[in-house]
């Protein structure tokens, strides 16, 4: 079979292209809601983590915030997402696209956290001391001085996580997901011609990564330019 008719065959007859369309509509959709999730989560957890390294307290608070990452960063995220379809939500009925955001959300979360975390102990102690000299408390000087420069610090490594959270979003067909990579298989499996769907579906995330990594670098360049 030539190239004109399997293209035919895997995209255009019976419009199984649609496949694909709707499949990206859902990658791109989960990702950015599991990140939106992922950095309110994320922001929660290195608050209580940088609190209770600089000041001792939340220690209850900070025991759950190192477990919870410790957890969801030592299991993989396919088994997260399983978990939470068939353990979970086993006797609810949730909308697959439900449970996406909240697995890919709550995965998300535990990176982001470090990932403030870092950003947030990389300012220098004399910081919070001149917070304090000027009579903000510790909360006030953690959001009017700290954080500001902490985001600005790690909006990179955000952005990364987000190309990340993108291509661990392929997972998602073990619930019956219908994202990018099922919408793939689905066309594989009326075809029975494996080589053109998944490679169209393989081009089309790396068409998303390098833009997604495209705009990461001309956010660096912002910010390092705004330094000087």
Sequence with gaps: MGFRESFYLNFIKDDRYMYLVRGLGNTLLITIVAVVVGIIIGFLLAYIR???DKTGHWKVANIFAHVYIT????????????????????????????????????????????IIRAGLMSIDDGQYEAGSSLGFSYTQTMFYFILPQAIKNVLPALGN???VLLKETSVAGYIAMDDLTRGADIIRSQTYSAFMPLLMAAAIYLIFVLLFDSLIKKLERKLKNSDH
């Design 50 to 52: 940088t609190t209770h």
């Design 71 to 114: 957890v969801i960063r030592g299991t993989p995220v396919v088994l997260q997402l399983l978990i939470v379809y068939f353990v979970i939500f086993a006797s609810v009925n949730v909308p697959k696209i439900m449970v996406a955001f909240i697995a890919f959300g709550l995965n998300s979360g535990a990176y982001v956290a470090e």
């Design 161 to 163: 996580e987000m190309i």
